[in-house]
């Protein structure tokens, strides 16, 4: 066989794949960046949670919620709404 003959067979078959890929892709779209939301939202919820416990004491609540927002950068919730949650929260008067 041709080596011309090859790669006309290998670029179309890997056009194939790639296009088969994108369609599925748009006719079943993916539930992780729901399930990256849910779990950064989780997180938030619970330094508001470590927040109002703590009488919104700043040592008590840095102490308590250092592992939560490092798990929240790590997990790169920093642009998701639980990440505004926190931004935005004020206490309740």
């Known amino acids: 066989m041709d ?5 006309k067979i290998g670029l179309i078959t890997g056009i194939s794949i790639i296009t088969l890929v994108a369609i599925t892709n748009m006719l079943f779209p993916s539930n992780s960046i729901n399930l990256h939301e849910q779990a950064c939202m ?8 470590n927040m109002e416990e703590s009488n919104f004491d ?12 490092s798990r929240m950068t790590n997990e790169q919730c920093t642009d998701t709404e639980g990440w505004k949650k926190i931004v935005s929260y004020s206490p309740e008067d």
Do not use: G, P, W
């Open 42 to 49: 989780s997180l938030a919820n619970q330094m508001i949670e």
């Open 58 to 69: 700043t040592k008590k609540f840095a102490k308590m919620n250092d592992l939560l927002f």
């Open 3 to 7: 080596l011309n003959k090859i790669v």
